[in-house]
């Protein structure tokens, strides 16, 4: 981490703990899944950057903070206590086992109440791409610390979301995703399927998987074998290519995490039955995938618009993933399939591109404009994070 990218991420970090009731510690703080996530990851690097325990004391509250905050029921509803309907004692114990909120400022859409397009991006419910991230998040804790507790609530987690975001479709054949829930899980909320949301659980099952492996517990882990066949199968023949930033940024992110799994000895490839997923070939998917987003974001001409008319935290989440770039090629380098090796390489012209993303969002003009004010808090983590990206991707 270069030293002003490092005391960047740094101010960053402790700005957003006292904006959002973290630091000092409010009787409402404002919690909102995505951006915990991430902002967990960067108080993990942070503390292993400088070695302060500050940072890791932070990270540690605030993992507690969402499952005291989203992990129960919001303060307007009737419903009071753990979402997942454990009493106190045990909710404390498993407090991810029914799922975690969103953290949108509106009450989620009733199941008899007609549904509005405009409303449901304000209106709160579970995310299956937030949870993901949040699993996430909580592996990196247990990895940081060595405590299995995190590992086990990320894998707990993993189980309950699988089971309630995904679905067989009445006429039969190959399960599907929801991409919104209802807070207690009953209900979908939205009935499409996000487009990476299968790929973005198959990775990060793998990843959990992998950890618990490595991971001594006094009690073994759930065991994830089942979803991560269920996931692979979804994911098999998906289209993953998208113009989104945030999405080719994703790709990336999974493209790192892909690879790990497959030196650290997690599946690589299909059994006879197809149970496991073949992760080289799924690799080069993502891989020509996201050199399409990149090929897309680079002749979009939207580097050359004026920040208002940008979103920092979309652009932002592709430079994260470009950081992974030289990771992802390190590790491919004891690849068999050299071809992936090729794959990786010719993502390296467009790594300045993430570095200049992040340039432009850290000077003061930019954030003075209405696109950065209005998605504040997410835009600030999602910076530090770009700058310091070590404590999320794992580096």
Known sequence: MADAAGEGARGIMLDFARLTGLDPPTERPVRYLWTDAFAVCNYLGLFREFQDRGFLDLGLRLVDQVHHTLGRHRGDDRRKGWISGLGEGEGEVHPTIGGLRIGKKLPERRRDEPASERLEWDQDGQYFHYLTKWMHALSQTARVTGDPRFLRWAMELAKTAHARFTSTPRSGGQKRMYWKMSIDLSYPLVTSMGQHDPLDGLVTYCELRLAARRTPAPSPMPDLGAEIAEMAGICRGMEL??????????????????????????????????????????????????????????????????????????????SIGLSAVGDLIRILEGATDGSLRVQAEALLPFVPLGEAITRFWSDGNPQGSGSWREHREINMVMLATGLAPGGFLGI
Do not use: K, N, Y
């Open 241 to 318: 290519a998208t113009d989104d930033p945030l999405g080719t940024g994703g790709l990336l992110a999974d493209a790192l995490g892909i690879a790990r799994i497959m030196a650290g000895g997690g599946p690589g490839f299909a059994g006879a039955s197809g149970a496991e997923p073949d992760l080289p070939a799924l690799l080069g998917d993502v891989l020509s995938a996201a050199l399409f987003g990149l090929d897309a974001f680079a002749d979009s001409g939207c580097q050359d618009l004026p920040a208002d008319f940008r979103l920092a935290f979309r652009e932002l989440g592709l």
